[in-house]
C-alpha cells in the first residue's frame, strides 16, 4: 500500500471515529409520519433531543428515542475512552427513506376494490461530536 493511500485511510478511520450511527429498517410507520418526528430532532444536542422525543405524543417518537439510545450506545463502545457529556454529541444527520410496502385489497361498492397500501421506512441517525466547546 502506497503512502497516500495510507495516511487516507487513516484520515477516513479518524473521521469515523468521531461519528456513530443506527439504523432501523422496515418500521412499520409511514415515512411522512416518521419525518414529522426527525424533523424535530436533526441537529440537536443528544440530551435535547432524548427530552424532546420523551415527551412528544407520536408514536414514531418512540421508536425514534430508542434508535437514538441504540446510537449513543455505539458510540460508547466505540469510544470507551471518552465521557459523553464531553464529547457533546449532536444528530448530525437523521435520514428518513421509505421501506417495502404491503399492498392489499379493500372491498369497495359495486363490486369494485381500492388498492391499500401500508408503507414502512427506513431511518438511519448518525451522531457527531462538537469539536469546538464554547462556554
Not at 414529522?36 to 430532532?41: I, K, P, R, Y
Not at 420523551?54 to 428515542?65: I, V
Request: glycine residues 6%; positive net charge; aromatic residues 2%.
Amino acid at each position: 500500500m502506497g503512502v497516500r493511500k495510507r495516511e487516507r485511510a487513516e484520515q477516513i478511520k479518524a473521521a469515523k471515529k468521531q461519528v456513530a450511527f443506527a439504523k432501523l429498517n422496515n418500521c412499520p410507520t409511514s415515512p411522512r409520519k416518521m419525518r414529522l418526528v426527525a424533523d424535530l430532532v436533526r441537529g440537536e444536542q443528544v440530551e435535547k433531543a432524548l427530552q424532546i422525543l420523551k415527551f412528544s405524543q407520536k408514536e414514531a417518537a418512540g421508536r425514534l428515542e430508542k434508535l437514538l439510545l441504540s446510537a449513543i450506545a455505539n458510540w460508547q463502545s466505540k469510544n470507551e475512552e471518552g465521557n459523553l457529556e464531553e464529547a457533546e454529541l449532536f444528530v448530525k444527520e437523521i435520514r428518513v427513506d421509505g421501506g417495502a410496502m404491503l399492498k392489499r385489497l379493500r372491498p369497495a361498492p359495486q363490486g369494485r376494490a381500492h388498492r391499500i397500501r401500508k408503507r414502512s421506512n427506513h431511518v438511519t441517525l448518525v451522531l457527531g461530536e462538537n469539536k469546538n466547546t464554547q462556554s
